[in-house]
């Protein structure tokens, strides 16, 4: 790191103390309100006479309503402003989430879960783009890891705290069952932390009064020497993002990326409940493990991508370790100590493929295209979120187990490393590195 780049990390560490976890605290309550559905199958499917493949699919549609909003909501947040958009939609997801409480069949269940899908859309492209506007491609490696440990730490907190929810409220409680306290102690934070964002964070550089005059235009000289090294073929309109391949082939790459995640995310309490039994505060404890071991690997490798100013290996190594992870989980499926070692594996290379994408798509896009290309990767690979967990209930109820499934999601996966590794080298990954 050279003395310039070393003079510019106390501006970046406040940037970071200002943005970074409120931003977490925000990306772990919208993971959570995601993925808990998870837990509430292990009691929600016998409450309601509700197949595998009915949760599968319930699970599933929830993305739906997320790809065919993801676009619209990041470009209306670009129109109106992050503060009042991220604040809307995270109010109205809450809400939804929360509502989840009141399924009683399997079509309730679909039409909540699309609209929850709906709402939360513009979340994650939302903060991405918004993060653009504050670092430079250089250091958005380890910003987007620290930003995306709020997966795995929800993994972490929300594994223990869902299967207690579940003990505890077991008797219940005002009339609720536990998966039904579930939903509404995990969604009405997320209004509360909607609220928040008003106050919490501001616009861009430009509208931040805790910045000096002189940090603001050290970050206006950072933001415009980036756009500047922004290669001269990257789009630099909507229609110019759709019409390139290499948008495409990230939203691709992004989707083997998400197949394996959210395999994970929907089915490892299932996978542990079929190794260790019924007790949802033992699934809770052991579903941490995972997650716990992928937040630690997440940021290294977002440290050793920056400071190498290497993209391609740092994402495909990942997702090859979680295609192993997969495997292993599933031909040890009945040896709980091996099949928790493969899992572990696989949520950590899954998991750290997430945010070593990002940084990829600074050489495909101008400021000016972002919001929509953006959205256009995120939503083109979360077609995964619908295709993997319904797959996956498809598969169990044919086959009677998951093996063939994760099998299948491994092969993926390996497929998303070598379409990684077929994006020709450049010595601009970054605009610099190690900054």
């Known amino acids: 790191m050279d003395n310039s780049a070393r003079a510019l990390d106390p501006v970046y560490r406040k940037v970071v103390w200002h943005l970074i976890p409120y931003i977490f605290v925000c990306y772990f ?15 929600m499917l016998d409450d309601l006479h509700l197949s595998e493949s009915a949760y599968g699919l319930g699970a599933g549609i929830f993305f739906v309503g997320y ?27 809450g809400a939804f989430s929360a509502s989840l409480l009141l ?15 709906a709402t939360e859309a513009g979340f994650f492209p939302g ?3 918004y993060l653009t506007r504050w670092f430079p491609s250089a250091r958005r490696g380890r910003i987007m890891a620290q930003f995306m440990a709020a997966i795995p730490l929800s993994g972490v907190i929300g594994g223990p705290l869902s299967g207690w929810m579940l003990v505890h409220f077991g008797g219940g409680q005002a009339n609720m069952a536990a998966w039904q306290w579930l939903f509404l102690l995990q969604g009405v934070p997320t209004i509360v ?42 789009a630099d309109s909507f229609a110019k993002v759709i019409a390139n391949p290499a948008i495409w082939l990230l939203g691709v790459i992004y989707f083997c990326v998400q ?3 959210y395999a994970i995310n929907f089915w490892l ?62 031909a040890f499926a009945a040896n709980i100590v091996v099949a928790m070692i493969g899992l572990t594996f696989a949520t950590m290379g899954a998991l750290t493929g997430l945010p070593m994408l990002w940084p990829l798509s600074s050489r495909y896009l101008t400021a000016a295209a972002a919001a929509g290309g953006l959205a256009l990767i995120n939503s083109t690979g979360q077609i995964a979120g619908f295709v993997s967990p319904y797959f996956v209930g498809w598969v169990k109820d044919a086959a009677h187990s998951t093996n063939p499934a994760l099998y299948s999601l491994a092969g993926v996966m390996v497929f998303g490393a070598l379409l990684t590794l077929s994006i020709r080298a450049k010595a601009r990954d970054t605009a610099a590195p190690a900054r």
């Open 29 to 43: 309550f919208n993971y959570l309100d995601r993925v808990n559905v998870g837990f509430a199958k292990l009691q």
């Open 103 to 117: 399924v009683r069949d399997a079509h309730t269940f679909y039409v909540i879960r699309f609209l929850t899908g």
């Open 269 to 330: 309490p299932s996978i542990i409940k079929a190794s260790v039994g019924q007790d949802p505060a033992v699934i809770g404890w052991l579903s941490a493990i995972p997650y716990l071991a992928a937040s630690i690997f997440m940021v290294l490798v977002g440290r050793s991508a920056d400071a190498r100013a290497e993209r391609r290996w740092h994402l495909a190594v990942p997702l090859l370790m979680g295609a192993g992870g997969l495997i292993i989980a599933a």
């Open 193 to 234: 932390l909607g609220l928040g964002v008003l106050m919490a964070l501001s616009n861009g550089v430009e509208t931040a009064s805790w910045l000096s005059d002189a940090e603001r235009q050290t970050l206006r000289d950072e933001l415009e020497a980036d756009r500047r090294a922004t290669p001269t073929t990257a």
């Open 259 to 261: 197949s394996g995640v």
């Open 67 to 93: 790809i065919l909003f993801g676009v619209p909501s990041n470009l209306m947040l670009a129109k109106v402003g992050a503060r009042r958009w991220l604040a809307l939609i995270m109010v109205l997801w």
């Open 127 to 129: 903060i991405v783009l």
